[in-house]
């Protein structure tokens, strides 16, 4: 076994070597470099040396012009490399990373079955320069590293680099060794150097070829300083590209071969001139760089981008609103005010052919149909639809994208979308827009603010794409959960729509229509298996609490699934037991119910109303309810009153509980309260301190009590002070233990003398209401006007009363009014600081 002593490591290598043949390159020892295996032979080499140990024997050919080479075409003195890296190439090439390891002599020849293969002996003892150096040749090999210097500085071609890593070896053999593989000579002198049999000689001959080398490279400086002058630039461009031609193919690899589809592709691709110029501008530098360069890496993704984002592709539209009406309503239960603003629209754009006015912005809790809108517009018009969610985003450059500079920089994700969407006309969804943040990074909101206004979207610049891109075909829908959250510049931007919620009789119509068939098919469910009336509105007030549909239609998909699996199940016993062929429907009505718990499911299987899922069924699907309804025992209902909320996901009912123990008078908040909450609090515990006397209660009870207020785990309010007067109604009622009613709901915020003040979000907050089936809202005088606004079922549904006062919030709330005190003169005055956080 042969044995390569280095300078760094001692190699021992088979005996027996696979061959590769070099047309026009002569490796080294310590040489690390990329090489593209083209040839049959030299692959099956490649493929014995991956079998083999990883060493191959590198031989560089005698005539590069002999394309199926012979061992007789072939030098005995070459290198014996270890494979680094291989990787095949989509076109059965390789390319792979060597690094020469020592030279060796080939003894004999072998046959192989496909290529070479040969029995070698190491060239020399070692490849490292052993023994005391003399002077002459110590001064020989310093002339030679100051003549390379020279010519790595004269000749463009090797990178500077080089020099600092040759001054900086110590070896000499190995210092030989970095030099001649960098001199750009022909393959046979090369070969000469390699062979040298030792470093005097090898030194000697460097040193002539360097001499030589330095001379023509003087003479063509020259040359091309007067050449320079002559030729204009673009003549110049060709010259240096024929030039890194040449190197390139010194390398033995040709980047115009590795890029050409890429080439071809921006050829075929339909381009703006702008796009195309700068594509072959980009695929021109690409095709001088080595194609492993990082560089070349990120040219390619930059050039893919190009190609891949639609310039020129649009879909046509269907401007017809009839078409438009059927499609929205195909999808969507209702919301007739949303549809008609999107159908008005549509026929702007018909009549006018563009839309310069402002963006529609759906404005609503979670699942109340934001989503399914965008994607019906888009369908009625036949457009493709894209959907970028902005929930969070806080850079300006997730808009705009990073500049390419940014090591992974990518487009933003307005063109990200683009690219999905592969046309020019989207229907483009910007979800939750009230959902951008801002900070150091710059402001999101600006940016988005340009791509929406048509007088700039035309010409779009991305950081990173540093091309304009038309956005102005593309028809932008925005979406939010509230207003509050969308920055007031965009705000003017857009046409706010708003989706107040759906009432329970809403969502029975959605669920029985919409989401039970579109699961049952999902699931594939025999269409005669149905979802019962009484379960669907079993699943709306006990499984679910929502202003939208999204709850609703994740527990109906459950009920699918569960129905399915159970099919499932039940046929393959039946198969297995060899038994009759399954009666799918008949198992269905099984798998309905839970054997024991024999409901409107189960009964009798051949019974065709035995097909749908009841109420009785939903237990054993989805478990205990979650939501039982507020207790309508009035021993129950001291301290309890029943407040509206919203929240971010749309009207709440909130009910708020005070418990009165014995006590020193602290007042202690739980649940989820806000610091605004925190504060409507204190004004209802002083407005109430305030009254006592007239409440019938001792004016000094704070001192002996301790007050508990509690709200209920759920969403937090939007808007703390609304549950002001709610607060002080269930603290009333606990301090005079008059029960409150079971239906009526209020939003009010108070003031320490018993004010009830304007509040927001009403139109949810009645719809909430309604949803729980209460009958009556109380509303501040303030917001009377609003109710002009009210949907029509809302306004039928529920008894409004505008209050001005607390004390008109309690008669309305309480069951009776307590009874006022006479013993006591009205002032709280004595009440001090005593009740405390
Ligand atoms: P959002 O975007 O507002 O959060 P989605 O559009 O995702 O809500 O709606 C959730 C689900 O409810 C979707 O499957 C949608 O089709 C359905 N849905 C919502 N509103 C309606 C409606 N009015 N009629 C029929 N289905 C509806």
Redesign the pocket.
């Known amino acids: 076994m042969p044995t390569l002593i280095r300078v760094d490591q001692t190699y021992e290598i088979p005996d027996r070597l696979p061959v590769v043949a070099l047309r026009d390159l002569v490796y080294f020892p310590y040489m690390v470099l990329p090489l593209l295996i083209g040839r049959p032979p030299s692959l099956a080499a490649l493929e014995a040396a991956e079998q083999g140990e990883g060493y191959l024997l590198l031989l560089a050919q005698e005539n590069v012009q002999v394309e199926d080479p012979s061992k007789d075409d072939l030098h005995r003195v070459g290198v014996v490399a270890q494979v680094l890296e291989v990787s095949r190439l989509p076109d059965g090439n390789a390319r792979v990373v060597l690094e020469g390891i020592g030279r060796c002599k080939v003894r004999r020849f072998l046959k192989s079955e496909a290529g070479f293969a040969a029995t070698v002996e190491p060239f020399v003892a070692r490849e490292r320069a052993d023994g005391r150096e003399s002077k002459e040749d110590e001064a020989l090999a310093r002339g030679v590293l100051r003549l390379f210097h020279e010519y790595v500085h004269l000749c463009d071609r090797v990178p500077d680099d080089v020099v600092s890593s040759v001054s900086l070896e110590s070896d000499r053999l190995r210092s030989a060794h970095l030099v001649a593989g960098h001199l750009l000579v022909l393959p046979s002198e090369k070969q000469e150097l390699l062979e040298s049999p030792d470093l005097p000689l090898y030194y000697g001959l460097l040193r002539e070829i360097l001499v030589r080398e330095l001379e023509i490279l003087r003479i063509e400086e020259k040359l091309d300083d007067q050449i320079r002058l002559q030729l204009d630039s673009d003549h110049r461009q060709s010259y240096l590209q024929e030039q890194l031609k040449a190197i390139h193919h010194e390398l033995g690899a040709d980047p115009k071969d590795e890029w050409s589809d890429l080439a071809a592709e921006v050829v075929s691709a339909s381009l703006p001139p702008h796009a195309r110029e700068r594509a072959e501008r980009e695929l021109n530098r690409l095709e001088k760089l080595n194609p492993i360069a990082p560089e070349a890496a990120v040219i390619r993704t930059y050039l893919d981008w190009i190609l891949g984002l639609p310039w020129t592709e649009r879909r046509e539209d269907n401007l017809q609103v009839e078409h438009a009406s059927a499609i929205l309503d195909e ?5 007739d005010e949303v549809k008609d603003r999107i159908l008005d629209h549509i026929a702007v754009l018909s009549l006018v052919g563009e839309l310069n006015g402002p963006i529609l912005c ?1 404005v ?12 019906s517009i888009a369908l009625a018009l036949g457009r493709e639809f894209v959907r970028v969610s902005l929930g969070g985003i806080r850079d300006e450059a997730e808009i705009r994208g990073h500049r390419r500079t940014y090591v992974g920089a990518l487009p933003g994700r307005v063109l990200q979308g683009m690219r999905r969407s592969g046309t020019t006309n989207p229907v483009f969804l910007l ?1 939750e827009i009230d959902k951008l943040a801002r900070d150091f990074h710059g402001d999101p909101g600006a940016a988005l603010l340009e791509v929406l206004d048509p007088e700039q979207n035309k010409t779009f610049t991305d950081h990173y794409l540093e091309l304009e891109y038309d956005l102005s075909d593309v028809l932008f829908v925005a ?1 939010a959960n509230t207003l509050a959250g969308i920055p007031g510049p965009l705000r003017d931007r857009m046409e706010i729509i708003r ?1 107040p919620g ?1 009432l329970d009789t ?1 969502k029975l119509v ?1 669920a029985l ?3 039970w068939p ?1 699961q049952a098919m999902r699931h594939g469910l025999p269409t005669d298996v149905d979802l019962s009336e009484g379960a669907a509105k079993a699943i709306i007030r006990r499984y679910t609490r929502e202003a ?3 709850e609703l ?1 994740r527990r109906i998909s459950r009920v699918a699934r569960k129905l399915a699996r159970r099919t499932a199940d039940r046929v393959r016993t039946t198969v297995d037991d060899e038994a009759a062929t399954a009666d799918i429907h008949a198992t269905m009505i099984d798998a309905g119910a839970p054997a024991a718990d024999a409901g409107t499911a189960t009964g009798d299987k051949s019974s065709s109303e035995a097909q749908s899922v009841g109420e009785d069924d939903l237990k054993a699907l989805l478990g205990p309810p979650l939501y039982l309804g507020r207790s309508m025992d009035e021993d129950e209902r001291s301290g309890m009153a029943i407040g509206l909320a919203w929240t971010e996901a749309g009207g709440e009912v909130l009910d708020v509980e005070v418990a009165v123990v014995p006590g020193s008078g602290q007042v202690q908040l739980t649940g989820t309260l806000g610091d605004v909450m925190k504060e409507s609090a204190f004004a209802a515990v002083t407005y109430a301190r305030s009254r006592a006397t007239r409440l019938g209660l001792d004016p000094k009870f704070h001192q002996d009590v301790d007050i508990h207020i509690h709200i209920p785990e759920g969403a937090t309010p939007k808007d703390g002070p609304s549950a002001g007067i709610t607060i002080a109604t269930a603290l009333i009622s606990a301090l005079t233990k008059t029960p409150t009613r079971a239906d009526v709901a209020m939003t009010g915020e108070i003031t320490l003398r018993g004010r009830v003040l304007a509040v927001g979000g009403l139109k949810e907050k009645a719809v909430a209401a309604l949803r729980e089936g209460l009958s009556k809202v109380l509303l501040p005088m303030a917001n009377a006007a609003e109710l002009e606004l009210m949907p029509k079922e809302v306004i039928a549904g529920l008894n409004f009363v505008p209050v001005r006062t607390m004390d008109e919030v309690l008669t309305e709330a309480l069951t009776s009014m307590p009874e006022a005190r006479r013993s006591y003169s009205e002032s709280g005055s004595s009440v001090g600081t005593h009740l405390s956080q």
């Open positions: 999808a969507h239960y209702g919301l759906l609503g809790a979670p699942g109340v149909g934001k989503t399914s809108l965008g994607r979800d979406t989706l759906y809403e959605i229509r919409f989401l579109h939208g549909v999204r239609d």
